[in-house]
């Protein structure tokens, strides 16, 4: 019963992750504000890493400027870069709410001296191009306490991937139906455990030379993550 109980228990927080889990908005990001009365173009690049976010603004004084102590909860995204501005630094903070492709800022000054909203949109060239995983890619998870070292050998092309994964029994696994959707990937492998075989299903965010992998049954029964990077 305790075992029962154990894999039920993981269903269910298999089935809440994803609910709970911070918005993906890693890519190219444009918008304009008014400074002024002059519209001022800015680009966003982000790059996020479960509740984390880093990357630069380009147009603004001092460009790029790095992000700073960048958070996402929930549709919620905040950070603050530095700037020059007339022989003077200044801190601006940035609050934003994400909204599909979609994310609406305040920004401003820490002091609150000076502040502007804009509105930026996911590049749509940037997200409609599907990504290139082509190479080797390794990384390491957990299994009851063990680190499981793992190594994905990926071809792609357009949209779709094949390949191998290594370290998930005696010899490589073939990759099954792998599609590529912008930077996330998807794919499936068979795998023998304890005498049975099981069908474990992935999903990966690419971001440059990683990809962010959750992965498990198809019934839910066991899952886990790994972050790969490129070999």
Request: contains cysteine; hydrophobic residues 35%.
């Given at each position: 019963?305790?075992?029962v109980?154990?894999?039920?228990?993981?269903?269910?927080?298999?089935?809440?992750?994803?609910?709970?889990?911070?918005?993906?908005?890693?890519?190219?990001w444009?918008?304009?504000?008014?400074?002024?009365?002059?519209?001022?173009?800015?680009?966003?690049?982000?790059?996020?890493?479960?509740?984390?976010?880093?990357?630069?603004?380009?147009?603004?004084p001092?460009?790029?400027?790095?992000?700073?102590?960048?958070?996402?909860?929930?549709?919620?995204?905040?950070?603050?870069?530095?700037?020059?501005?007339?022989?003077?630094?200044?801190?601006?903070?940035y609050?934003?709410?994400?909204?599909g492709?979609?994310?609406?800022?305040?920004?401003?000054?820490?002091?609150?001296?000076?502040?502007?909203?804009?509105?930026?949109?996911r590049?749509?060239?940037?997200?409609?191009?599907?990504?290139?995983?082509?190479?080797?890619?390794?990384?390491?998870?957990?299994?009851?306490?063990?680190?499981?070292?793992?190594?994905?050998?990926?071809?792609?092309?357009?949209?779709?991937?094949?390949?191998?994964?290594?370290g998930m029994?005696?010899?490589?696994?073939?990759?099954?139906?792998?599609?590529?959707?912008?930077?996330?990937?998807?794919?499936?492998?068979?795998?023998?455990?304890?005498?049975?075989?099981?069908?474990?299903q992935?999903?990966?965010?690419?971001?440059?030379?990683?990809?962010?992998f959750?992965?498990?049954?198809?019934?839910?029964?066991?899952?886990?993550?790994?972050?790969?990077?490129?070999?």
């Amino acid at each position: 019963m305790k075992v029962v109980a154990r894999f039920l228990g993981l269903a269910l927080l298999l089935c809440i992750l994803p609910s709970l889990r911070a918005a993906d908005i890693s890519g190219t990001w444009k918008g304009s504000f008014d400074f002024e009365g002059s519209s001022l173009p800015v680009t966003l690049n982000l790059k996020a890493a479960d509740t984390s976010v880093t990357g630069t603004v380009e147009g603004l004084p001092t460009t790029p400027a790095e992000i700073h102590d960048g958070k996402i909860d929930g549709d919620s995204v905040t950070f603050w870069v530095n700037t020059d501005y007339q022989g003077q630094t200044y801190k601006l903070i940035y609050k934003g709410k994400i909204a599909g492709e979609n994310i609406a800022f305040d920004f401003g000054t820490d002091d609150g001296s000076w502040g502007a909203s804009m509105t930026v949109k996911r590049d749509a060239a940037m997200a409609a191009a599907p990504a290139d995983v082509t190479g080797s890619w390794a990384g390491s998870f957990d299994f009851n306490g063990n680190a499981v070292q793992v190594t994905f050998k990926l071809t792609s092309s357009g949209q779709t991937m094949t390949g191998t994964v290594e370290g998930m029994g005696p010899a490589p696994v073939q990759i099954h139906d792998g599609k590529i959707e912008g930077n996330t990937v998807t794919f499936s492998v068979d795998v023998d455990y304890q005498g049975q075989t099981y069908t474990l299903q992935y999903k990966g965010k690419v971001t440059p030379a990683e990809i962010d992998f959750d992965f498990g049954t198809t019934d839910g029964s066991w899952g886990s993550s790994v972050n790969a990077k490129k070999s």
